[in-house]
């Protein structure tokens, strides 16, 4: 016979803190990619991007 009842989280239970925020250093990483080429025409941003990107073994 199958389970229909819903399973409920505890809520007394404590989370602990993340060391490395995710979400956040995107967010911040975005904003900085954001305001520094802000204005920029697409020429100059593409050549930000190319100076940036990573390189890889190929």
């Given amino acids: 016979m199958k389970d229909t009842r ?3 989280m505890k809520t007394n239970e404590t ?3 993340k ?3 995710t979400v956040k250093f995107f967010r911040a990483v975005k904003e900085k990619i954001s305001k520094e080429t ?3 025409s697409f020429v100059e941003f ?3 991007i190319n ?3 990573l ?3 190929q």
């Fill in 6 to 8: 819903k399973k409920v």
């Fill in 15 to 17: 989370i602990p803190e």
């Fill in 46 to 48: 593409k050549e930000y």
């Fill in 38 to 40: 802000q204005g920029m």
């Fill in 55 to 57: 390189k890889t073994n």
């Fill in 19 to 21: 060391e490395f925020d």
């Fill in 51 to 53: 100076k940036r990107k």
